[in-house]
């Protein structure tokens, strides 16, 4: 899923030790005593719909960390879960704290969106006593416009207060979104003057809004909360409802998975007192398969439907990603181009999956080798059939440069891997870590390795860095979990020994 990153940053100022409930409801304690965050109960964030996981509700503050005793972010929070272009504002609240006896003024909240319309096409307000007010968009770098900021909400601090600010954002109607996206939201920072040239930030991050269609838009669709392959078929609805005034001729209704095997994936739809097979065939758009739930049908002003679909996956089915990306999108048949779309929605079809698990090391040198921990664990509720670990190590330009081996943790034998190359990769070479189970991988089942990769020698004409990715797969091949950023993969440092450059 790609979400857009909002950062909220800041400038302005009320007097020191201010009470006021100017841009945010305020609390002051006494020293010594705990502050909690002064939350009206009328206000508290209850509306966002946790099974709904395209939603982050909540965020918590993250680096840079602020210093001991000063004044920072406590919480984030959702009060709605969704947000519609064209629809409704979108409303969330943000907790600062000041946990210090000492007071603090000229504090400064403000906001920026990664954004590809105009800056006024953003609103944003805050709640000042009981008036919304607009917050000003304008780009951070006019030359490169791409980052939207925010004028600034004022704050200061009496000493240990805790002030709570009511947030609202609204998208316009026209709001276009990348291919990917399934949400909008973003984060927050404070700075706080302290005094002989110092500035207290404090960063969260994290608030997303699932986001709907347009307002208008006569389709919607609401994915099952998870997805585990290999078991029974899980049902979701999908909706179409025509309020756009206007009635529509010959219409059909697509599905899109942007992300999984055709052959590994069943979907199908309930028609006339029975679960009908939905043909999944490629579109050419590599990863991505499609079918029709329906087709031929007219949708007068009002109409309003409910499809009942169910899907189910194999074992191999995700092919890069645990989450692909579904779309439902309402045809016009005798439309062309662009007008032959009448409304689209994305969902991320969220997939349980096998977890898989290595570390890399910073850096090594060349000749020599480095360890590296690569583990995995059957997290899911399905016994998958044998699996094992697919390793990738990319950039060695010759397969007689590495040597790789591995053993269980827990064992003393190593065992020799024989690097093959990889089709259609540069400089990519795999080795496969037998199955640890010949019967099976059931549920709950772990495992850890130690693997060792070394490099004969190196030449820095061919760069500073190795690649090192991990995947699951099964007996045929197919992938059962796959290489996602971070977790399963990592770039170690080569630093070349005088030997270890090429023979003259």
Same mark, same amino acid.
């Given at each position: 899923?790609?979400?857009?990153?909002?950062?909220?940053?800041?400038?302005?100022?009320?007097?020191?030790?201010?009470?006021?409930?100017?841009?945010?409801?305020?609390?002051?304690?006494?020293?010594?005593?705990?502050?909690?965050?002064?939350?009206?109960?009328?206000?508290?964030?209850?509306?966002?719909?946790?099974?709904?996981?395209?939603?982050?509700?909540?965020?918590?503050?993250?680096?840079?960390?602020?210093?001991?005793?000063?004044?920072?972010?406590?919480?984030?929070?959702?009060?709605?879960?969704?947000?519609?272009?064209?629809?409704?504002?979108?409303?969330?609240?943000?907790?600062?704290?000041?946990?210090?006896?000492?007071?603090?003024?000229?504090?400064?909240?403000?906001?920026?969106?990664?954004?590809?319309?105009?800056?006024?096409?953003?609103?944003?307000?805050?709640?000042?006593?009981?008036?919304?007010?607009?917050?000003?968009?304008?780009?951070?770098?006019?030359?490169?416009?791409?980052?939207?900021?925010?004028?600034?909400? +004022?704050?200061?601090?009496?000493?240990?207060?805790?002030?709570?600010?009511?947030?609202?954002?609204?998208?316009?109607?026209?709001?276009?979104?990348?291919?990917?996206?399934?949400?909008?939201?973003?984060?927050?920072?404070?700075?706080?003057?302290?005094?002989?040239?110092?500035?207290?930030?404090?960063?969260?991050?994290?608030?997303?809004?699932?986001?709907?269609?347009?307002?208008?838009?006569?389709?919607?669709?609401?994915?099952?909360?998870?997805?585990?392959?290999?078991?029974?078929?899980?049902?979701?609805?999908?909706?179409?409802?025509?309020?756009?005034?206007?009635?529509?001729?010959?219409?059909?209704?697509?599905?899109?998975?942007?992300?999984?095997?055709?052959?590994?994936?069943?979907?199908?739809?309930?028609?006339?007192?029975?679960?009908?097979?939905?043909?999944?065939?490629?579109?050419?758009?590599?990863?991505?398969?499609?079918?029709?739930?329906?087709?031929?049908?007219?949708?007068?002003?009002?109409?309003?439907?409910?499809?009942?679909?169910?899907?189910?996956?194999?074992?191999?089915?995700?092919?890069?990603?645990?989450?692909?990306?579904?779309?439902?999108?309402?045809?016009?048949?005798?439309?062309?181009?662009?007008?032959?779309?009448?409304?689209?929605?994305?969902?991320?079809?969220?997939?349980?999956?096998?977890?898989?698990?290595?570390?890399? +090391?910073?850096?090594?040198?060349?000749?020599?080798?480095?360890?590296?921990?690569?583990?995995?664990?059957?997290?899911?509720?399905?016994?998958?059939?044998?699996?094992?670990?697919?390793?990738?190590?990319?950039?060695?330009?010759?397969?007689?440069?590495?040597?790789?081996?591995?053993?269980?943790?827990?064992?003393?034998?190593?065992?020799?891997?024989?690097?093959?190359?990889?089709?259609?990769?540069?400089?990519?070479?795999?080795?496969?870590?037998?199955?640890?189970?010949?019967?099976?991988?059931?549920?709950?089942?772990?495992?850890?390795?130690?693997?060792?990769?070394?490099?004969?020698?190196?030449?820095?004409?061919?760069?500073?860095?190795?690649?090192?990715?991990?995947?699951?797969?099964?007996?045929?091949?197919?992938?059962?979990?796959?290489?996602?950023?971070?977790?399963?993969?990592?770039?170690?440092?080569?630093?070349?020994?005088?030997?270890?450059?090429?023979?003259?």
């Amino acid at each position: 899923m790609t979400a857009v990153f909002v950062v909220l940053g800041a400038c302005g100022g009320a007097g020191p030790g201010s009470d006021s409930t100017r841009g945010g409801t305020t609390s002051a304690t006494p020293a010594g005593t705990p502050t909690t965050p002064a939350t009206p109960a009328s206000r508290t964030p209850a509306a966002a719909d946790p099974a709904n996981l395209d939603c982050r509700p909540r965020s918590t503050p993250e680096s840079p960390p602020p210093r001991q005793g000063s004044p920072k972010i406590v919480s984030a929070n959702a009060v709605d879960c969704e947000i519609t272009p064209g629809g409704g504002a979108a409303r969330f609240q943000l907790v600062v704290a000041n946990p210090s006896g000492r007071s603090f003024r000229d504090g400064r909240l403000a906001f920026s969106y990664a954004w590809g319309g105009k800056p006024e096409d953003l609103r944003l307000e805050y709640l000042d006593g009981s008036t919304w007010k607009r917050l000003a968009m304008s780009w951070n770098d006019p030359e490169e416009p791409e980052l939207l900021e925010s004028a600034a909400i +004022p704050v200061a601090f009496a000493p240990r207060q805790t002030r709570t600010f009511d947030l609202r954002v609204s998208l316009p109607a026209d709001f276009a979104t990348s291919a990917g996206e399934v949400s909008f939201g973003g984060g927050a920072s404070l700075r706080v003057p302290g005094g002989k040239g110092r500035e207290f930030l404090s960063v969260a991050r994290g608030l997303e809004f699932a986001l709907n269609p347009s307002k208008g838009t006569p389709v919607n669709l609401r994915l099952p909360h998870r997805v585990t392959p290999g078991q029974a078929p899980v049902e979701f609805p999908a909706y179409v409802d025509n309020t756009t005034g206007r009635a529509y001729i010959h219409n059909r209704l697509d599905l899109t998975i942007d992300g999984v095997y055709a052959k590994e994936t069943r979907l199908e739809v309930f028609r006339d007192g029975a679960w009908h097979p939905v043909t999944l065939v490629e579109t050419g758009t590599d990863g991505e398969v499609a079918g029709s739930i329906t087709s031929g049908f007219n949708m007068p002003y009002n109409f309003s439907r409910e499809y009942r679909l169910r899907i189910r996956l194999g074992f191999g089915a995700t092919r890069w990603g645990a989450n692909p990306l579904m779309s439902l999108a309402l045809v016009n048949l005798d439309a062309r181009g662009r007008d032959a779309n009448l409304g689209q929605v994305r969902r991320l079809l969220h997939v349980n999956l096998p977890a898989i698990q290595l570390r890399v +090391p910073d850096g090594m040198r060349a000749p020599g080798s480095v360890e590296i921990p690569v583990s995995f664990e059957n997290s899911t509720s399905a016994d998958y059939p044998p699996l094992h670990v697919e390793l990738t190590i990319t950039n060695p330009p010759r397969a007689d440069w590495l040597r790789v081996r591995y053993r269980e943790v827990g064992t003393r034998t190593w065992n020799a891997l024989t690097p093959r190359r990889v089709e259609d990769q540069f400089n990519a070479w795999a080795v496969d870590l037998p199955p640890p189970r010949a019967a099976g991988t059931p549920s709950g089942f772990h495992v850890a390795y130690d693997v060792q990769v070394g490099l004969t020698r190196w030449d820095p004409e061919v760069g500073n860095l190795i690649h090192v990715a991990a995947v699951l797969k099964l007996a045929d091949g197919s992938v059962a979990s796959p290489s996602t950023l971070g977790a399963t993969n990592g770039y170690i440092g080569v630093e070349a020994g005088r030997e270890a450059g090429p023979r003259r």
